[in-house]
């Protein structure tokens, strides 16, 4: 079973495939460390909501929501 990976993306205007970015784990416990944990809630951030990256054009896809769903 493929699921197939793709999202709208705003930079290219159409469905592209996506990856995630991968994390460097090392990098951020090193910004932490730097920061007194003021990067922890970053790494955090990063590590749970992991932005999408567009194949097309290497921009990171914010939307997820397609915008016909918003309701008031
Ligand atoms: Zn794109």
């Known amino acids: 079973m493929s699921k197939s990976d793709t999202a709208c993306c705003n930079?290219?205007?159409k469905e592209v495939h996506y990856h995630y970015d991968?994390?460097?784990?090392?990098?951020?416990?090193?910004l932490s460390i730097?920061?007194?944990?003021?990067?922890?809630p970053i790494w955090a951030?990063?590590?749970f909501g992991p932005s999408?990256?567009?194949d097309e054009c290497g921009n990171p896809i914010w939307s997820?929501?397609?915008?016909k769903a918003i309701k008031r």
């Open 22 to 30: 991968p994390i460097n784990h090392w990098w951020h416990l090193l």
């Open 11 to 13: 930079h290219c205007n």
């Open 64 to 67: 997820d929501q397609p915008v």
């Open 45 to 47: 951030c990063v590590t």
């Open 52 to 54: 999408k990256i567009c």
């Open 34 to 40: 730097c920061s007194l944990g003021l990067w922890l």
